[in-house]
């Protein structure tokens, strides 16, 4: 029985060397042959391992190709000089921002121009220049309210004036409140007068005015101060009230009255009257509500300087908002 071991699985073999083509038993220089040199690097410039070593592993994947270069701002000098900067160059965070036009620190560019001072043409804030601020703000809000109260004064005594009706002598033109005597409505009727029309023409018949009341006004009525009527008669006019079934119209001049803003039931007069002529410069009022007004024909007439002003608009409450 033999020391060596035949089977193939305990076979030693000779050692192999491993090249580009594969593996194959190295080669032994014969006497009269040179030594063969150092392996040189494979065709794919892949450097040989000497005989024994490892054969590391080569990937078939290509490498990937390089990273494109980031965007970066253009120079200093090309923005200088009109370059691309016109274009929107996109810039990193971290990069620098040029303003544009860029102007780099030492050049020869003249400094920009100072901003022109305003001053204000408030004469309050020219008057007020030299203050503290606190003293400016305060002298600007007293004279604000100030002028605010002259403007709504000015308008109240020249232009347009709010009035109540207190009574139901224009009913149903203009309503007065319950529980006051002959009232239909819940709130009292507020209008506007045009105070400044009256001095630019004369009165016209048919218009609702407010006046102030001659003094026997307050002995015939109870009552004097502001009225609100409508003018009846113009000055020179001859005014006459006849009674007809009971109901009392209105001539003028010998000619009936149209008067379609008067009921039916409001025609109802205590007596007739007249006929009256109208002085000049005066003027003859009397309410819708003829049965219940205490006017012209009580106490006169009224004088041109105690008119006050024509009645255009009723603004309260707001579903009788309208105009006259």
Not at 93 to 105: A, G, L, V
Not at 119 to 139: E, K, M
Not at 177 to 200: K, M, Q, W
Request: a positive charge; one cysteine or more.
């Amino acid at each position: 029985m033999s020391d060596v071991d035949d089977r193939p699985e305990y076979r030693r073999e000779p050692p192999s060397t491993v090249t580009n083509e594969g593996t194959s038993p190295p080669e032994q220089p014969t006497p009269d042959q040179p030594a063969a040199p150092e392996p040189a690097d494979g065709p794919a410039g892949t450097p040989v391992p000497a005989y024994g070593a490892p054969v590391p592993a080569q990937s078939s994947l290509p490498e990937p190709p390089p990273a494109p270069p980031a965007w970066t701002t253009p120079p200093p000098a090309a923005a200088d000089a009109g370059g691309d900067h016109d274009l929107g160059w996109p810039t990193l965070p971290s990069e620098p921002q040029y303003p544009f036009p860029y102007t780099p620190p030492g050049s020869d560019a003249p400094p920009p121009a100072p901003r022109p001072v305003r001053h204000s043409r408030n004469p309050v804030d020219r008057l007020t220049r030299g203050l503290p601020d606190s003293w400016r703000v305060t002298i600007d809000w007293v004279v604000t309210i100030i002028g605010a109260v002259a403007i709504v004064l000015l308008v109240k005594a020249f232009v347009v004036n709010p009035y109540r009706i207190p009574s139901s002598s224009m009913e149903p033109t203009l309503h007065c409140a319950r529980p006051e005597t002959g009232c239909e409505a819940r709130y009292s009727d507020r209008v506007l007068a045009n105070r400044f029309l009256y001095h630019i023409r004369a009165p016209r018949r048919g218009e609702i005015i407010v006046f102030k009341t001659p003094p026997l006004a307050k002995i015939k009525c109870g009552a004097g101060g502001t009225f609100v009527k409508r003018l009846i008669g113009l000055p020179g006019d001859t005014v006459e009230l006849r009674l007809l079934r009971g109901d009392g119209y209105v001539y003028i001049n010998g000619h009936r009255l149209k008067e379609p803003y008067i009921q039916k039931s409001r025609r109802a007069a205590v007596q007739s009257y007249g006929p009256t002529r109208v002085p000049p410069g005066n003027y003859f009022m009397m309410g819708d509500n003829r049965n219940a007004s205490c006017d012209s024909r009580m106490w006169g007439t009224v004088p041109r300087k105690n008119l006050i002003g024509k009645v255009f608009a009723t603004y309260w409450p707001p579903n009788r908002i309208s105009l006259h």
